[in-house]
């Protein structure tokens, strides 16, 4: 029999309920717990996240959204890369649990560079990354993947992307400093930025501009990473910070996620 140990059960128990919720409305959420408990005894052995996502997480999501609840959030991470970032992001996700806040990934990719399918096969991931589109809603629980053909933005006081065609050459694309830049304006202190392997110096200015504006901001360790200079060029922009293991970064967003999701109407 599953025990408050299943990873999704335990994760879900521990999203607070906004007060204002009516009675029969938590009978509802409660009522989310014993489909997850009854999902997993009838599924048999299988992996707990599969490639293409995991269906109990998925109908817990749908649930919610057709009885106009959301998972809302107050903490989002960017995961920042070039060079050997998919190596980094594919050991990264092995060690988020979910629900989580939401993930972007800033991530430099050549034209016609199908990230989306690399990292969909691989079965350290537990869900399919969205590529971001224009006016897409921010969720809990979601991947997303930033196109390096748009300029990337935020309505002022909605979560919401918003983008539009990047115009002229830059250096990399997408441009992770513009990218930080603009998400630490949007939403300062509840941006947590993440520095990983990568070459030359894109995203250093921006990790420091966004820990000055009161950002969280990890960085890989150097040691660790397939391409060393991201990380050492960050961490040469920002002071006083600690590099950490991949392992430690993922430990930090999850218990970020713990205390910053809660269950409230739409």
């Not at 065609?165 to 930025?193: C, M, V």
């Not at 000055?212 to 060393?228: V, W």
């Not at 970064?249 to 409230?264: D, G, L, P, T």
């Amino acid at each position: 029999m599953l025990t408050m140990q299943d990873p999704l059960l335990s994760w879900f128990s521990r999203i607070r309920i906004k007060n204002n919720i009516q009675q029969n409305d938590r009978s509802m959420i409660l009522k989310i717990a014993d489909t997850i408990m009854e999902t997993r005894l009838n599924t048999g052995p299988r992996r707990l996240f599969s490639p293409k996502g995991d269906p109990v997480l998925d109908n817990v999501l749908g649930t919610l959204e057709s009885n106009k609840y959301c998972i809302s959030w107050s903490k989002i991470a960017f995961l920042c890369c070039s060079a050997g970032g998919d190596v980094a992001l594919r050991s990264l996700m092995r060690y988020i649990k979910v629900p989580h806040i939401p993930l972007v990934i800033a991530m430099h990719h050549r034209p016609g560079f199908d990230f989306m399918i690399k990292f969909d096969m691989e079965n350290s991931t537990f869900h399919k990354p969205v590529l971001i589109e224009n006016c897409m809603p921010i969720s809990a629980s979601k991947l997303y993947f930033i196109p390096g053909n748009v300029d990337l933005g935020f309505a002022r006081s909605l979560n919401i992307f918003q983008t539009t065609p990047h115009i002229g050459r830059a250096r990399f694309r997408p441009d992770i400093n513009s990218i930080l830049s603009n998400a630490a304006a949007r939403y300062g202190s509840n941006l947590i930025t993440v520095i990983m392997s990568g070459m030359l110096d894109d995203g250093a200015a921006g990790a420091a501009e966004s820990a000055a504006k009161g950002a969280k901001i990890y960085i890989q360790d150097p040691s660790t990473a397939m391409f060393k200079d991201m990380p050492n060029a960050a961490m040469k922009k920002v002071q006083n910070i600690t590099p950490l293991k991949l392992s430690e970064i993922a430990e930090a967003i999850n218990k970020v996620s713990v205390a910053n999701m809660i269950i409230e109407p739409i």
